[in-house]
């Protein structure tokens, strides 16, 4: 069935609704190596940082300087560091160096393993600088100069800038961000007569260091000025990105258009005109995905009607793993509780499907954040599955993700909600 499903498509996205669930994780893991393996797919992109996850691109290729996936992914220091620093990432990253190694390192039929993300404003300064000192020490110097701008921010704290400059307390540096990435594009070509494909990767890894400094920069500007405008340029940044990564890897003519699979929660991977929150003019990856490549992308949701899940109670918490309640009445969740246990559903492959897919229903999305205290209003929101996804896969009773860094409060769980609370 999936295999009907991809057909000839370039880009599938697989998501997960929430950021915390063991069966997503595995089974998203289990269907890109069936892609990769033998659908010709070269490439994961995640919801991860971009520097972060270039460490595991590296490694998984058989380049740098890590031993094992642990170290490869020891890079994911931010929270929530348990979303790629997980057992079920460090296998599929173990995988993939395996994998990959029957090939030549470098060697185009290699699969890499690349971020989307735009969280990464300071580290993508050094990354730049790091490349340009390597490649031309001139230019390095005039991105140290542009890049100082930043230095009055609390180091890797994209938000203090964004507060700082939105409201004054601090310089705005976007001219300077604006200006170094033009500069890396223009000398690009300079650059790029470097022999050998991992003098290309590099510099495409440098030129997106400067394209992500650029945008977070905006990025947390706009933090301040409202959801929507933030949210909107961050997915839109996963877009671009995306087209670029498959731009890039397309560069040598005779070799087969690239495929990639995509990892990232249903929020960003589902299209927003087929959700509530279109009407607020929210955009997201899965819905600009479908505009600029229609029938040559894919996307899967997730779903589970309860289980645990790994999650903190705020952000910047540590991670719990907390008991998730039975789904709402109403909720695609509870019309697929009543269904079956395990089964991927698609309007687009079987027509007893689209009638009960196209009802607007409560669908259920769980972030890094968990608040079963308010889960109407922090996790629900309303949507039509049969225009959000392709399809969707849905795991009866799921449980946590379990992080590389185990806490005695993820291994304790959760009390159960009758556990007298004056003890």
């Known amino acids: 069935m999936l295999a009907e499903l ?15 669930t063991h069966e997503f994780y595995q089974a ?127 180091a890797d704290d994209g938000q203090a800038y964004g507060f700082a400059a939105a409201f004054g307390a601090g310089p705005s540096c976007e001219r300077e961000a604006v200006e170094q990435l033009v500069d890396v594009q223009r000398n690009a070509l300079a650059y790029a007569r470097q022999d050998g494909l991992l003098a290309e990767d590099e510099l495409f890894y440098a030129q997106q260091n400067a394209q992500t400094v650029r945008d977070a920069e905006v990025y947390y500007r706009a933090m301040f000025s409202g959801r929507v405008t933030s949210w909107n340029l961050r997915d839109q940044h996963m877009a671009q990105t995306l087209g670029s990564l498959l731009t890039h890897l397309d ?33 997201t990856l899965g819905q600009i995905v479908r505009e600029r490549y229609g029938d040559e992308s894919r996307s899967i949701g997730f779903s589970t009607y309860t289980g645990t899940v790994t999650a903190a109670s705020e952000w910047g918490g540590i991670a719990q793993r907390k008991a998730v309640r039975p789904a709402l009445h109403g909720s695609v969740e509870e019309l697929f509780h009543q269904t079956a246990d395990s089964f991927l559903v698609s309007a687009r492959l079987s027509r ?72």
Not at 255 to 268: F, K, T
Not at 378 to 403: C, G, K, N, W
Request: charged share 25%; aromatic share 10%; hydrophobic share 40%.
């Open 6 to 20: 991809v057909g000839d498509a370039r880009i599938v996205l697989i998501g997960e609704s929430s950021h915390g």
């Open 28 to 154: 998203r893991a289990a269907m890109t190596q069936w892609l990769i393996e033998e659908k010709g797919f070269g490439a994961v992109a995640a919801e991860a940082d971009w520097p972060d996850a270039y460490r595991v691109n590296r490694y998984v290729r058989g380049l740098g300087e890590d031993t094992n996936a642990d170290e490869a992914l020891s890079g994911f220091e931010r929270f929530p560091a348990w979303m790629w620093r997980n057992t079920v990432v460090r296998d599929f990253v173990e995988w993939l160096r395996t994998r990959n190694q029957r090939y030549e390192s470098g060697a185009l039929r290699q699969a890499g393993f690349y971020g989307l993300d735009l969280y990464s404003l300071h580290r993508s300064i050094q990354e730049v600088i790091s490349y340009l000192d390597k490649v031309d020490p001139r230019a390095a110097a005039r991105a140290r100069a542009r890049y100082a701008c930043f230095d009055h921010a609390c």
């Open 251 to 283: 560069r040598h003519l005779d070799a087969p258009p690239a495929r990639i699979v995509v990892w990232a929660h249903n929020s960003h991977v589902g299209d927003a005109r087929a959700t509530e929150v279109w009407a607020d003019g929210q955009l």
């Open 352 to 423: 007893d499907a689209e009638a009960p897919l196209d009802v607007v229903r409560l669908g259920r999305a769980i972030g890094v954040v968990y608040l079963p205290a308010t889960e109407r209003q922090s996790h629900y929101l309303h949507v039509r599955p049969a225009d959000q996804f392709d399809a969707m896969i849905h795991i009866d009773q799921t449980r946590a993700l379990e992080p590389l860094e185990v806490t005695s409060r993820w291994i304790a769980g959760e009390n159960p909600e009758t556990y007298p609370t004056g003890l």
